[in-house]
C-alpha cells in the first residue's frame, strides 16, 4: 500500500493538464474562479476513474476512431483553455478575454485528458496490496488517491495565485500566463504523442 501511495503522489505531482491549467487559472483569474475550476476537476478525474474501473473506458478506446476523436477534441479543447488562460488579463484588445474557466471546464478536461485515463489505469490495474478483495482495494485506492489529489492540486492552485497577488506588471502577467499555457501545451503535446506512438 505504501509502494501505491507513493506511485500516486508521483503521478499526481507531476505537471500535466489538470495541475498546469489549476496553476493558470489560478494566476490568470485568481483564487474563487480556481477552487471552481479545481471541484469540476475532481469531479471529472472521479468520473474518469470510474470508467476505468468499470472497464467503459477500456470498451471507448478499444476502437480507433473514437480513440482518435477523442484526442483531436482533447487537443482542441486544450488549445482553447490555453488561450483563455494566456489572454486573461492581456491588455491586446483582439485577444482580451474575462471569461473564467470554472466548473464546467474542470469536468470537460478531465473527461478528454489523455494523462488522465492513463494514469487512473496505471492506478486500478497495478499495485495489488488486498488480494482478498477487489472491492476492498478498489475502494482504498479511491480514498489514497483523493486524499492525495485534492492537496496537491490546492497547492498547485495557491502557487498560480499567489503569481496573480504579486501585482505583476500586466505586460509580466501576461508572459506568466503564455508561459504557463505553453507548458500546458507542451505537456499534452507529449502525452498524445506517447498515446499515438
Known amino acids: 500500500m505504501l509502494t501505491f501511495s507513493f506511485a500516486v503522489f508521483l503521478l499526481l505531482i507531476t505537471p500535466g493538464p489538470g495541475v498546469l491549467s489549476t496553476a493558470g487559472v489560478g494566476a490568470a483569474f485568481g483564487r474563487r474562479a480556481g477552487l471552481q475550476y ?28 473514437i480513440r482518435t476523436v477523442l484526442l483531436l477534441m482533447s487537443a482542441i479543447y486544450l488549445l482553447y483553455l490555453a488561450f483563455r488562460i494566456a489572454s486573461a488579463g492581456a491588455k491586446i484588445a483582439f485577444i482580451e478575454t474575462d471569461s473564467q474557466p470554472g466548473f464546467f471546464s474542470g469536468i470537460a478536461l478531465q ?81 498524445v504523442y506517447a498515446l499515438i506512438g
Open 111 to 191: 473527461l478528454i485528458n489523455p494523462k488522465a485515463y492513463a494514469v487512473n489505469t496505471t492506478f486500478f490495474t497495478g499495485f495489488a496490496f488486498l488480494g482478498e478483495s477487489l472491492l476492498d482495494e478498489t475502494l482504498l485506492k479511491f480514498a489514497i488517491i483523493n486524499a492525495t489529489w485534492i492537496p496537491i492540486h490546492l497547492l498547485w492552485l495557491a502557487a498560480g495565485v499567489m503569481v496573480k497577488r504579486m501585482e505583476l506588471p500586466p505586460n509580466i502577467q501576461f508572459r506568466v500566463n503564455l508561459l504557463m499555457a505553453g507548458a500546458m501545451l507542451i505537456v499534452v503535446g507529449l502525452a
Open 38 to 65: 479545481v471541484l469540476g476537476l475532481f469531479v471529472g478525474t472521479n468520473f474518469v476513474a470510474l470508467a476505468v474501473v468499470s472497464g467503459l473506458a477500456a470498451i471507448i478506446f478499444a476502437v480507433p476512431f
